[in-house]
């Protein structure tokens, strides 16, 4: 080998093993992602307007406590209304029965069962929920107890919740009331009712939990009737939202680009898979309602760092379409079945080996909550 040749040799060798170190560094420096899929919710476009049924706008001119609509409306307003629905079935009916149990105690004259029949309603947050709002709205008003009554219970004013009242019952300490310091209105309606507490005064104590249980159930009545007329309104207008944790524990930023594939199938039946787009957003609090806001440009996760965010999917349960065809209803019906799966993909930049990379989640339960072991990785 002559010294021309030596000196090609050495040179090419000294390229090679730059080029190998060089690109082992940048693989060594390559994105590496924990990813966990922290839930699946259905959300709705806020400010699509949806015509309200007249029905319904009828039935809560006289709600107190489910927040009314007009004929047309945002579907934020709607979505706030049909929780307020929801939440007054499951939690107001337990409540009736165990307003009607103390009322029922209360009126046969049993002194010594009377402490414990009015814990079990208070002891639930609903009624605490219930009547703050339909007072301060005056929907409600309580009758105090006479002023000689004799007082039997201690109800102390306390600075949690911004204002409320604590009292110690034989069942449990049971805390009452919220913002009372900031809304002087509710606490003054709310008085005559603690008074009548703390002096367990059974005649005062009977009518307003009388009165509760009467607006209650009028407000039960109302919910079951417009339940369906407000999910007609809100079904067809949902998305489905996969919220995700990432965490990059690569030496380099990655940056997500904004934009995915949400695929839902079933373990068994039907095998068709749904595929259909999304596109990327984080939470924002700007409007104090902790919403999603739309995230155009993507996401730059840096190294050693994590990032919450949520694929949403571009189109509506209504307009939702898949090789000319509609898969709303298809993607609907297999929400929240038990065999439903669900799994995203994605694309992201690695800083370090400067190239597109294609990623998949785990897959999860296609329901609105699952557990950690609904989850496969």
């Known amino acids: 080998m002559n010294g021309l040749t030596y000196a090609v040799v050495v040179i090419g060798a000294a390229l090679l093993s730059g080029s190998l170190a060089a690109a082992y560094q940048n693989y060594r420096r390559r994105t590496r992602l924990f990813i966990i899929v922290q839930r699946i919710s259905t959300s709705q476009r806020t400010s699509k307007k949806a015509k309200v049924p007249e029905n319904v706008v009828g039935f809560l001119e006289n709600a107190a406590y489910i927040a009314p609509l007009s004929h047309e409306e945002t579907l934020r307003s709607v979505s706030k209304t049909a929780r307020d629905v929801e939440r007054v079935i499951a939690h107001g009916e337990p409540l009736l029965v165990d307003l009607r149990a103390a009322i029922s105690t209360l009126k046969s004259g049993e002194e010594s069962r009377t402490l414990d029949s009015v814990f079990a309603p208070l002891g639930r947050n609903f009624f605490d929920t219930f009547i703050c709002c339909t007072a301060l709205v005056g929907k409600i008003h309580f009758d105090a107890p006479p002023e000689k009554a004799v007082q039997k219970v201690r109800a102390f004013r306390v600075g949690d919740e911004s204002g409320s009242y604590h009292l110690d019952l034989p069942g449990g300490a049971v805390n009452f009331g919220a913002l009372l310091d900031e809304q002087p209105v509710l606490d003054d309606r709310l008085t005559p009712f603690v008074r009548s507490l703390e002096k367990i005064d059974v005649d005062s104590l009977s009518t307003n939990l009388t009165r509760v249980a009467e607006l209650l159930q009028a407000e039960v009545t109302i919910a079951k009737a417009i339940q369906e007329g407000v999910r007609s309104l809100m079904e067809p207008k949902r998305q489905w939202d996969l919220c995700l944790y990432v965490a990059n524990y690569g030496e380099t930023a990655m940056f997500v680009l904004p934009q995915a594939d949400l695929e839902v199938w079933r ?111």
């Not at 068709?272 to 995230?295: H, I, K, M, N």
């Open 267 to 377: 373990r068994s039946g039907a095998k068709d898979r749904f595929r259909t787009p999304c596109y990327l957003a984080v939470e924002s609090s700007d409007d104090g309602a902790g919403t999603w806001r739309d995230e155009d440009s993507g996401l730059i996760i840096p190294p050693g760092e994590s990032r919450e965010f949520v694929f949403i999917t571009r189109q509506a349960q209504e307009d939702m379409v898949m090789n000319g065809s509609n898969i709303g209803g298809e993607m609907a019906a297999r929400f929240n079945q038990p065999d439903s799966q669900v799994q995203a993909e994605f694309d992201y930049i690695s800083a370090g080996l400067r190239s597109r990379k294609n990623t998949k989640t785990p897959v999860a339960r296609f329901a609105e909550a699952f557990n950690a072991a609904d989850v496969s990785g």
